[in-house]
Every structure is written in structure tokens, then in C-alpha cells.
């Protein structure tokens, strides 16, 4: 009679049914997704994970017999995977090469076009090349690679499968467009940047009205300062910013907002209005009172 408890029972994979290695698969493997083959090596790998999780808990509770029979357990499982192995490859290379062959198929941008529209994402342009303001999406099936942009801003996945790449083009598309956009709270979050930031950079102690002041440092006191201070992304920034630059009047009280063109490009802030045009934008400029505007100095740079 043994009196050193119930052991452990070993995982033995089902191989009913199954080819065994070397067998010809060609007329079993109709299922794109599965293959046989590969549910070979799915089960040996369970079973070999299992029996090595048995042989690590019986060396911890000093199980001389049960680690033996984990061992021999893990060596069938070993073998079996070491046979099985060629055959899987040989089948993955196959699928990955068939999924090439789909994606550079005029079927594969019929069904990304039938994704995008079914996540509700407005498109304009073919694939692989969208827009939907203020981002623009390109699908690069030789690199095997979406890229989502916005201004300078990229964001990229490998994940080419068409519902899939939907919902996380979605996902970041609603992250930016579906924030309510509230334009006298944003002005009164510049305004209080700015009244930190032009002292600092004329070297006064008093805000001097009416100077530039570049819109890269009113963002960096901006995530300092933004109310309840919530994640302020700069891609969400920059939307923002067009929006602002929509509004036939820009002021809040007695201060009046200007944005200002940049002379260099390279050093612009690239910002997209909700019709997708582009302004290379670098400054912003305050006015208080009855003061007249300075366009010339709100260009400049600072």
C-alpha cells in the first residue's frame, strides 16, 4: 500500500486523428486557419508545459518518483516536437507566404476599405493611402505596416488584418476628434501660459502685450498648468489649435489671440483644421485692450 499520496497525472497529448510526422497533409489541410500539423505541435507543447510544471513542483516537495516520471513524460514531448517541428515550419512559411500573396490582392484593400467605414471613420483618398482630418493613414504592404500621422506625430501597428486595424485606427482617431473641443477654456489656458512665458523670454518683469511667444514653450507649460491636469498629448494640442484657428474671432475679455506663421517651415508646428488644410504655424501673440495688432512681430520668431 503506498502512503505517499496521489501523484500527479501526466499530460499525454491526443494524437488521434492527427498525421503523424512525415505524413502528407495535403488533403487533410482544407482549413486555412489550423492545420493539422500545427495542432500537433499546439498539443505536444501543452503537454510538455504541464509535465514541466509537475517536475518543478515535485522537486520543490522532494518527490524523487514523480520528478522521474514528469522527466520521462517531458522526453516524450521533447521528441515528439523535435520530429514534428519540419512539417509545422514548412507549413507557417507556407500561410505567411499565402497572406502575402493576399494582402498585394485587390481583394485585401476592398476589405480594409469595408473596415474602416464600417468603424465609422470618414474617409477621403483609396487605399492605401487615407485621410480623415486631422490624420492621415498609409497602409504599406511590402513593409508589412500601417502609419497613422498627424502633423509630425506617427503612430505605427504591423497588425494588417482589415477589422482589426479598423478598430485601432478608430480608437486613435476618437481619442482626438471625440473630445469635446471648448474654445474660451483653451484660450484661458494659453492666456495663463502665456503670461508666465513672455516675461521669461523678454526678460521682464511685467508680461509685455503684443509679443510673440513660441507655441513649442506655451505647450510645454501647458502640460504643467492644464486644468485638473489631464493628459494633454500634443497631437491633441495641435488638433486643438486648428480648431482654434477656425473661429472667426479669437478673444476671451479684453485679450485678443493671434497665431503666427513661421518663417522657417522646419521649425513650424504643422497644424490640420477639421478640413485638413495645413498652416505652418510657430508663435502666438496676446493683445490687450484697444492695443493694435502686430502681425509682423507675431510671425517672427522667438
Same mark, same amino acid.
Not at 498585394?104 to 492605401?128: C, H, M, N, T, W
Not at 482589415?162 to 473641443?181: D, I, M
Not at 489631464?230 to 489671440?257: N, S, W
Given at each position: 500500500? @503506498?502512503?505517499?499520496?496521489?501523484?500527479?497525472?501526466?499530460?499525454?497529448?491526443?494524437?488521434?486523428?492527427?498525421?503523424?510526422?512525415?505524413?502528407?497533409?495535403?488533403?487533410?489541410?482544407?482549413?486555412? *486557419?489550423?492545420?493539422?500539423?500545427?495542432?500537433?505541435?499546439?498539443?505536444?507543447?501543452?503537454?510538455?508545459?504541464?509535465?514541466?510544471?509537475?517536475?518543478?513542483?515535485?522537486? !520543490?516537495?522532494?518527490?524523487?518518483?514523480?520528478?522521474?516520471?514528469?522527466?520521462?513524460?517531458?522526453?516524450?514531448?521533447?521528441?515528439?516536437?523535435?520530429?514534428?517541428?519540419?512539417?509545422?515550419?514548412? %507549413?507557417?512559411?507556407?500561410?505567411?507566404?499565402?497572406?502575402?500573396?493576399?494582402?498585394?490582392?485587390?481583394?485585401?484593400?476592398?476589405?480594409?476599405?469595408?473596415?474602416? %467605414?464600417? *468603424?465609422?471613420?470618414?474617409?477621403?483618398?483609396?487605399?492605401?493611402? =487615407?485621410?480623415?482630418?486631422?490624420?492621415?493613414?498609409?497602409? +504599406?504592404?511590402?513593409?508589412?505596416? +500601417?502609419?497613422?500621422?498627424?502633423?509630425?506625430?506617427?503612430?505605427?501597428?504591423?497588425?494588417?488584418?482589415?477589422?482589426?486595424?479598423?478598430?485601432?485606427?478608430?480608437?486613435?482617431? %476618437?481619442?482626438?476628434?471625440?473630445?469635446?473641443?471648448?474654445?474660451?477654456?483653451?484660450?484661458?489656458?494659453?492666456?495663463? *501660459? =502665456?503670461?508666465?512665458?513672455?516675461?521669461?523670454?523678454?526678460?521682464?518683469?511685467?508680461?509685455?502685450?503684443?509679443?510673440?511667444?513660441?507655441?513649442?514653450?506655451?505647450?510645454?507649460?501647458?502640460?504643467?498648468? !492644464?486644468?485638473? !491636469? %489631464?493628459?494633454?498629448?500634443?497631437?491633441?494640442?495641435?488638433?486643438?489649435?486648428?480648431?482654434?484657428?477656425?473661429?472667426?474671432?479669437?478673444?476671451?475679455?479684453?485679450?485678443?489671440?493671434?497665431?503666427?506663421?513661421?518663417?522657417?517651415?522646419?521649425?513650424?508646428?504643422?497644424?490640420?483644421?477639421? @478640413?485638413?488644410?495645413?498652416? @505652418?504655424?510657430?508663435?502666438?501673440?496676446? =493683445?490687450?485692450?484697444?492695443?493694435?495688432? *502686430?502681425?509682423?512681430?507675431?510671425?517672427?520668431?522667438?
Amino acid at each position: 500500500m @503506498h502512503v505517499d499520496g496521489i501523484e500527479e497525472k501526466l499530460e499525454s497529448p491526443e494524437l488521434d486523428g492527427l498525421p503523424e510526422a512525415g505524413t502528407d497533409t495535403a488533403e487533410t489541410a482544407k482549413e486555412p *486557419a489550423v492545420q493539422p500539423v500545427v495542432a500537433v505541435v499546439d498539443s505536444l507543447n501543452k503537454a510538455l508545459l504541464k509535465n514541466w510544471s509537475a517536475e518543478r513542483k515535485a522537486c !520543490r516537495e522532494w518527490n524523487v518518483r514523480q520528478r522521474e516520471r514528469s522527466l520521462a513524460a517531458c522526453d516524450q514531448s521533447v521528441t515528439g516536437l523535435i520530429e514534428r517541428w519540419t512539417p509545422c515550419r514548412e %507549413q507557417i512559411t507556407n500561410d505567411i507566404a499565402g497572406v502575402r500573396q493576399y494582402l498585394e490582392s485587390g481583394e485585401y484593400g476592398r476589405l480594409v476599405d469595408e473596415a474602416l %467605414q464600417k *468603424a465609422g471613420i470618414p474617409l477621403q483618398g483609396s487605399f492605401p493611402q =487615407y485621410e480623415f482630418p486631422p490624420f492621415k493613414l498609409n497602409i +504599406s504592404v511590402e513593409q508589412g505596416e +500601417s502609419r497613422l500621422t498627424m502633423g509630425r506625430k506617427q503612430e505605427k501597428t504591423g497588425g494588417l488584418e482589415p477589422e482589426a486595424l479598423g478598430a485601432w485606427v478608430f480608437k486613435k482617431y %476618437q481619442a482626438v476628434v471625440g473630445r469635446k473641443f471648448d474654445s474660451s477654456r483653451l484660450m484661458s489656458d494659453l492666456l495663463e *501660459a =502665456y503670461k508666465i512665458a513672455n516675461p521669461m523670454i523678454y526678460r521682464q518683469e511685467k508680461v509685455l502685450w503684443g509679443r510673440a511667444v513660441g507655441l513649442e514653450i506655451i505647450y510645454t507649460l501647458l502640460t504643467l498648468r !492644464r486644468s485638473a !491636469r %489631464q493628459e494633454y498629448p500634443k497631437p491633441l494640442y495641435l488638433f486643438e489649435l486648428g480648431k482654434l484657428k477656425e473661429l472667426v474671432t479669437l478673444q476671451v475679455g479684453d485679450y485678443r489671440f493671434e497665431l503666427g506663421f513661421a518663417r522657417d517651415q522646419f521649425k513650424a508646428l504643422i497644424i490640420v483644421d477639421s @478640413h485638413g488644410r495645413e498652416s @505652418h504655424l510657430s508663435s502666438l501673440t496676446i =493683445y490687450r485692450g484697444h492695443q493694435e495688432s *502686430a502681425t509682423e512681430e507675431a510671425a517672427g520668431e522667438c
